[in-house]
């Protein structure tokens, strides 16, 4: 995977809210795939990259946040609607 970029701090704090309400989420990734689950919290690794973790139907992952292109809640009256995360980011090309 390629060096953490660090996504802007206007979107950081959707993410935030959405782990502190709990949303089922709807994430578009950059590679495409589109993941369904609810938010449960972020979290900083000792590279410094960032994370959002979500509890799925199958299992609990771990999403790093410059992968995530957009988040959409899925739930009724939600704070807010589909938020885009990573569209400010470099693109990610394998080089």
């Known amino acids: 995977m390629n060096t953490y970029q660090a996504i802007p701090c206007a979107r950081y704090d959707y993410l935030e809210l959405a782990c502190i309400r709990h949303y089922p ?4 990734l950059r590679s495409g795939e589109v993941l369904h689950g609810k938010a449960v919290t972020t979290e900083t690794r000792a590279d410094k990259s960032e994370w959002l973790v979500v509890e799925t139907p199958v299992k609990t992952r771990s999403i790093r946040l ?3 292109m957009a988040i959409t809640p899925q739930q009724e009256g939600a704070d807010f609607g589909r938020v885009s995360i990573a569209d400010e980011l470099p693109s990610a090309e394998s080089g």
């Open 25 to 28: 989420l709807a994430l578009e």
């Open 66 to 68: 410059d992968q995530i």
